[in-house]
């Protein structure tokens, strides 16, 4: 099983390439010229940055407000720029497990490779495991959520996204639903 262990990472982000729609999602750690990037989809992100404010903010919750954990992601820490390249995926992400490092301060992430359940003879999945700082998983997330907010508008009707030339609307009857109101 190979284990792409970051502790911590220079960097950690969700990044995705393509048009909303069509946009294929990753997230990348990279340190000691080393770089990782594994392949995931939206919900997945879009879980990852929920699950990591709700531990974050249970951490400060139950520390009384004595954890070193930011309320809201450290400027300094705000990370903008495009997933680095060459972009060449390590693995399909299947499974996450996130958790808190009392001992270090640290949020715990792991990604594991998708495996297909019925193949016993197939290898130990891959794991990116990462340790990233309290104030950097804020960063992470506000970047995450900004990710999954950038694709396409959601109908104003049923909520599911719409495409250019609009969507089949269940909430319409099958008819097609038009531009999102502003």
Same mark, same amino acid.
Not at 98 to 112: F, K, R
């Given at each position: 099983?190979? $284990?792409?262990?970051?502790? /911590?990472? @220079?960097?950690?982000?969700?990044?995705? =390439?393509?048009? #909303?729609? &069509?946009?294929? +999602?990753?997230?990348?750690?990279?340190?000691?010229?080393?770089?990782?990037?594994?392949?995931?989809?939206?919900?997945?992100?879009?879980?990852?940055?929920?699950?990591?404010?709700?531990?974050?903010?249970?951490?400060?919750?139950?520390?009384?407000?004595?954890?070193? $954990?930011?309320?809201?992601? /450290?400027? @300094?820490?705000?990370?903008?720029?495009? =997933?680095?390249? #060459?972009? &060449?995926?390590? +693995?399909?992400?299947?499974?996450?497990?996130?958790?808190?490092?009392?001992?270090?301060?640290?949020?715990?992430?792991?990604?594991?490779?998708?495996?297909?359940?019925?193949?016993?003879?197939?290898?130990?999945?891959?794991?990116?495991r990462v340790r990233i700082s309290a104030g950097a998983a804020r960063a992470f997330t506000a970047r995450a959520l900004r990710l999954v907010a950038a694709g396409?508008?959601?109908?104003?009707?049923?909520?599911?996204?719409?495409?250019?030339?609009?969507?089949?609307?269940?909430?319409?009857?099958?008819?097609?639903?038009?531009?999102?109101?502003?």
């Open positions: 099983m190979p $284990v792409f262990d970051y502790d /911590p990472p @220079e960097r950690f982000v969700a990044g995705a =390439l393509g048009q #909303p729609g &069509a946009r294929a +999602f990753f997230l990348q750690a990279r340190a000691e010229g080393r770089l990782t990037t594994v392949a995931l989809e939206k919900l997945q992100v879009a879980a990852l940055a929920g699950r990591l404010d709700e531990l974050l903010d249970e951490v400060l919750r139950r520390s009384g407000g004595t954890a070193h $954990v930011p309320a809201l992601a /450290p400027a @300094e820490l705000t990370d903008e720029a495009p =997933l680095d390249v #060459p972009l &060449a995926e390590d +693995f399909r992400v299947g499974t996450m497990a996130l958790a808190w490092d009392p001992e270090t301060s640290q949020v715990v992430i792991e990604a594991q490779e998708m495996v297909d359940d019925e193949d016993l003879d197939a290898p130990e999945p891959a794991v990116l396409r508008p959601p109908c104003p009707l049923c909520g599911q996204p719409l495409d250019a030339e609009g969507h089949i609307c269940v909430r319409l009857n099958g008819y097609r639903g038009g531009e999102a109101a502003s």
